[in-house]
């Protein structure tokens, strides 16, 4: 049993650095019951996202429906891509262009919040800032040497890197301290969190919509226990009478 424990002890290192807790990450606070949050990501993903990704196992209108979306509000602000509400948001673009254009193909975010974490998300879309090196003209915190473009900077606008130098020895070192905003965009920092978390909420919800579901049915299953609590009391006193 001891050396059971021992092997726990030793694992929990080489499973943190492998979740890669060491990166310094924003948080973000999900809640999949704020609709209007959850709409309005909708309509940023729709907007700045899908000319790019795809998230090929949600249909327009389970999002609609789940939502709270009216239906012709949801063809007239989001139907881009696509006429038919019943078809998946798929992406016009060819993954062979894509490629071509932007040197990788944009992966689906269908399930991105699951495999990479909604702070990560959250992390990546707030820490683009320039960098002359790099094709795209920008850089991230948190996915070094990324592809993409900074296609927020419109209501972000442009950050710049803020460094601090470290000496080892003979040798000095420059990490990123922070990243200052040089162009203002058309949101202030404050509303572009909030725009990000709502983007990060929808997204969350895309990789598990049951969960809006589960919420839903959950309420029922408890009141029905709560009130069928009071019949297998009554029926419990009525058998034990006998009983006892
Ligand atoms: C111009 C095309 C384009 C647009 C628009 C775009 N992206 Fe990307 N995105 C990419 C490319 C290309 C990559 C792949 C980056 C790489 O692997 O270096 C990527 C990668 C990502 C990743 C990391 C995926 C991973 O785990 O490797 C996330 C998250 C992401 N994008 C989210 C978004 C969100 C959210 C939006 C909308 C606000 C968006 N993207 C808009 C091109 C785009």
């Not at 960098?131 to 900077?153: I, S």
């Amino acid at each position: 049993m001891k050396k059971l424990i021992a092997i726990c002890f030793l694992l929990v290192p080489v499973i943190v650095s492998a979740t890669g807790a060491g990166e310094h990450l924003m948080h973000v606070k999900i809640d999949l019951k704020d609709k209007r949050s959850l709409q309005h990501g909708a309509k940023l993903f729709v907007n700045y996202c899908l000319s790019c990704h795809s998230a090929s196992y949600m249909r327009f209108n389970r999002v609609a429906k789940d939502l709270g979306i009216p239906r012709d509000v949801m063809k007239k602000n989001m139907l881009f891509v696509t006429d038919k509400l019943g078809n998946t948001m798929k992406v016009a673009m060819r993954k062979k262009d894509a490629k071509k254009w932007l040197g990788v193909a944009p992966p689906d975010l269908s399930v991105i919040t699951r495999s990479r974490g909604p702070d990560w998300v959250y992390s990546f879309l707030n820490s683009f800032y320039l960098d002359e090196k790099r094709p795209t003209g920008v850089n991230n915190l948190v996915f070094k040497d990324t592809a993409m473009p900074h296609v927020l900077w419109e209501l972000q606008g442009w950050q710049r890197p803020v460094y601090s130098e470290h000496h080892e020895g003979e040798e000095s070192r420059k990490t990123i301290n922070e990243l200052e905003l040089v162009y203002p965009g058309k949101m202030n920092e404050e509303d572009f969190q909030a725009a990000t978390r709502d983007l990060v909420n929808f997204l969350t919800y895309v990789g598990e919509p049951a969960k809006l579901v589960r919420y839903k049915t959950g309420v029922w299953v408890i009141l029905f226990l709560i009130v069928f609590l009071i019949p297998a009391y009554l029926l419990k006193k009525e058998y034990w009478k006998d009983v006892r």
